[in-house]
């Protein structure tokens, strides 16, 4: 599974736009990004799942440039619920290896009033 | 549509007992993955379960062990305790291999060892 690196935490106040970056440098050709969202004594829930270019949901936006060494998670106007730790993954979905997800230390995203 | 649930959601046990945790994954899906996280420390994977069998197991002893029973629900277990095995043990599951997209998290059962 490709390494990934992302912040170890950020902050940000309620109503704007937050963005986190993951390096994964050494991403293969067949490998998603993943991120989850985790909050304090749950489990991790799915955000966004992309491969290439944009992908965008709900609750998120997921941008991959083309070299795909790199992803950004953003988070429009994000409020006080999404004080979280948020974690980027790597990997092969379609590969058994995939389902052992690997998680990071994450980005501890905090949002102030 | 039920999510995955864990029980039971705290579980005290003194160092060398065995501590069982038991998850029943949402319907439909086959796969169930236990995760140990430690105060603190990100996810760690322990033990993944599919149609019965064990596919994969993380860096841990061979006392963390488990099984999936034909309703898919699954077991872990813990033999001969140690204090630094306290920690949130998460459940997942997701459908079978090659058709899952995504894996779903339980609430989590936490173990302290004291």
């Known amino acids: 599974l490709a390494k990934t690196t992302q912040p170890i935490s950020m902050d940000s106040y309620e109503g704007q736009e937050v963005n986190i970056t993951c390096s994964h440098n050494n991403i293969a050709t067949n490998d998603y990004i993943t991120w989850y969202q985790q909050f304090p004594s749950q489990g991790p829930r799915f955000i966004i799942q992309?491969?290439?270019t944009k992908v965008t949901n709900e609750v998120a936006s997921l941008f991959i440039p083309a070299d795909r060494k790199s992803s950004t998670l953003s988070l429009p106007r994000v409020s006080l619920s999404d004080t979280a730790v948020y974690y980027c993954l790597v990997g092969d979905i379609r590969n058994t290896g995939f389902q052992k997800l690997v998680f990071g230390t994450g980005t501890r995203l905090l949002v102030s009033p | 549509e039920a999510g995955v649930t864990q029980s039971p959601t705290h579980l005290i046990k003194t160092r060398g007992q065995q501590a069982t945790l038991r998850c029943s994954p949402i319907?439909?899906?086959?796969?169930v993955y236990w995760y140990q996280q430690a105060l603190g420390l990100g996810l760690q994977f322990l033990l993944w379960y599919d149609e019965g069998e064990e596919r994969n197991r993380g860096n841990f002893p061979p006392r963390f062990s488990g099984r999936q029973f034909p309703n898919y629900s699954s077991e872990l277990n813990v033999n001969a305790l140690e204090l630094e095995d306290s920690a949130l043990y998460l459940c997942?599951?997701?459908?079978?291999?090659?058709?899952?997209?995504?894996?779903?998290f339980g609430p989590g059962t936490r173990l302290t060892v004291t």
């Open positions: 997942a599951s997701s459908p079978t291999v090659g058709q899952g997209r995504e894996q779903y």
């Open positions: 992309g491969y290439k």
């Open positions: 319907s439909g899906h086959t796969s």
